[in-house]
Structure formats: C-alpha cells, structure tokens
C-alpha cells in the first residue's frame, strides 16, 4: 500500500490520521494477518460498527426534526446495509486497498459486499480511536454525504442505485457496473456522462451535474428498463 494511497483515502473522508498505523490495520483483512503475522482490522470493525450507527443516528435526528422513530430507523437501517457500506467502500477505492491473502485475493474477496462494508466499519472504527467521536462523525458526514436524503418518505424512490443493486444482485447474482464517460461544459457548469452496463448485457447512458447524479439517473433508467416503477 502507498503512502499516496493512503493520503487519497485520507483526503476522500475527510479526515487526516494521527496514527496512520491505526489506518493501515483498517485495511489489513484476516487472511493477510494470517499470512503475515500482523494485526487485522476485525476489532476495529466491531468497534467501527457502533460508531457508525451513533453518528448516522444523530445525523438523521438532526435532520429530521419531525419524522417518527420508526421511519429513522427503517432509513438508518438502509444506509448503513450491507450494500449501501459496500458501494460507498467501492466509492471510496477500499476493494482496492485493502490488504487480502492470497487465498482470499484468488476467491474474489475484493467483490465481496460483506468484506468490503467490513471494511468500512474499521475504517470508521480507526477514525475513533485516532480522533475521537467528533472525528469519527465528521468522517461520517463526509462519506455519507450522497446518500443522506431530503426527505424521509421519498428517500427510498430517489436512491435508485441501491434498488438497482438488490434487484440485480436478487436476481443475476451480480452487481451493475458504472463508468465515467467524460465530462463537458464550463467549470460552474460541468456535465457529467456516465455508462452503466447491467449484467445481462444492456448498457445505458445517462448525464448530470455531478458523477453521483449522473449514476442516479442511469439506475432509474435502468429500473425502468428491468419493469419497475420509478
């Protein structure tokens, strides 16, 4: 792992760490401790997991002065899924980063949802113990920040990427994959093209005014195209 790898992580949560070491066990998965007699990041994990359903609970809380408890915890249920950590750890270039035995590395484990929102718990669970919870939380806000929505009621019909994820992982046993295109227009008013290739062959393109968007619009397309409504 690079030491520029591992400040563009830094840099893509929002939070520079004292204790890189505490960064580099984050990252260190089980089958590559046990192969290199190091320290793996599952602790951190456990840990990671607490942290995380506190700040996504306090920032739900804050924002929705109004919504009743069953509606926050139904939306806290469904950004911090297994899924919703996967694609954000993808989004982040953690299936990359992160260090894997051999035997792990050969059966894939750098697709696997569950290795990878593993991970992003210990990211979240060495951002604690290097800054604290307000650290932990600021690194919440910024990872999350695509994800949290405008509306509690809504927020399921506008996150079109992860219903596009259940139902092709529900039903093609594999994830759609989204590729940035290119980008046009001036700086104040880019647009952004993407191409999104569903399992079973169709590709679809969509544009936006950012990245994320873009991808939204291309998984309700994509939605659209497999029956269901948007």
């Known amino acids: 792992m690079t030491e520029e790898a591992l400040d563009n992580l830094q840099d893509a949560i929002s939070y520079r760490f004292g204790q890189v070491k505490l960064l580099v066990t984050a990252l260190t998965h089980s089958s590559y401790a046990n192969e290199q007699g190091c320290v793996h990041n599952e602790r951190l994990e456990f840990l990671g997991d607490a942290v995380l359903e506190l700040a996504v609970s306090e920032e739900l809380f804050r924002r929705f002065p109004e919504a009743p408890e069953g509606a926050l915890t139904k939306l806290r249920s469904k950004l911090v899924s297994m899924p919703a950590l996967a694609e954000l750890a993808r989004s982040l270039h953690l299936d990359q980063a992160i260090l894997l035995g051999k035997g792990e590395e050969g059966q894939g484990g750098r697709t696997r949802d569950s290795l990878l929102a593993d991970a992003m718990e210990a990211l979240l669970g060495a951002v604690f113990q ?71 062959g169709r590709v679809i393109q969509a544009a936006g005014p950012s990245v994320k968007k873009a991808e939204q619009s291309a998984a309700r397309m994509a939605l659209q195209a497999l029956g269901e409504p948007s």
Do not use: N
């Open 130 to 200: 290097d800054g604290g919870y307000e650290g932990a939380k600021s690194a919440v806000g910024a990872i999350f920040a695509p994800l949290w929505p405008e509306d509690v009621e809504q927020s399921r019909a506008r996150d079109y990427k992860s219903r596009l994820q259940e139902r092709t992982q529900r039903d093609m046993r594999t994830r759609p994959i989204y590729r940035l295109m290119g980008s046009s227009g001036p700086e104040h008013e880019k647009r952004f093209e993407v191409e999104l290739a569903l399992p079973d």
